[in-house]
Nanobody, 124 residues
Framework: QVQLVESGGGLVQAGGSLRLSCAAS????????MGWFRQAPGKEREYVAFINRSGGGTDYADSVKGRFTISRDNAKSTVYLQMSSLKPEDTAVYYC?????????????????WGQGTQVTVSS
């Protein structure tokens, strides 16, 4: 069973950058496609990005396209989310998640493993 631990969150000014990491334990990381989601207070969990098992295929929510980049290093069992040109509306708890489905998945219910989340706060 894979366990996920996010890191890299923090407070940043609008226009700044952050890189989130999600480290996975276990030996089966490369058998999972991975996603990033976020949840702001009082809002539903929102899809951010997806990366397939090899890292050769990615997808992004329209709200982050061109600003965020998802990547993975299977040798290090880690998935990353590079966030640039951050906006106050990007403020949320960010979660990484693993799915056994190989194709793009945007619904939280399609992911069966979740990290504990890391807070990202963007000040104006």
């Amino acid at each position: 069973q894979v366990q996920l631990v996010e890191s890299g969150g923090g407070l940043v000014q609008a226009g700044g950058s952050l890189r989130l990491s999600c480290a996975a334990s276990g030996r089966t990381f490369s058998s999972y496609a991975m996603g990033w989601f976020r949840q702001a207070p009082g809002k539903e969990r929102e899809y951010v990005a997806f990366i397939n098992r090899s890292g050769g295929g990615t997808d992004y929510a329209d709200s982050v396209k061109g600003r965020f980049t998802i990547s993975r290093d299977n040798a290090k069992s880690t998935v990353y989310l590079q966030m640039s040109s951050l906006k106050p509306e990007d403020t949320a708890v960010y979660y990484c998640a693993a799915t056994a489905f190989p194709t793009i998945q945007t619904l939280p219910g399609r992911y069966n493993l979740w990290g504990q989340g890391t807070q990202v706060t963007v000040s104006s």
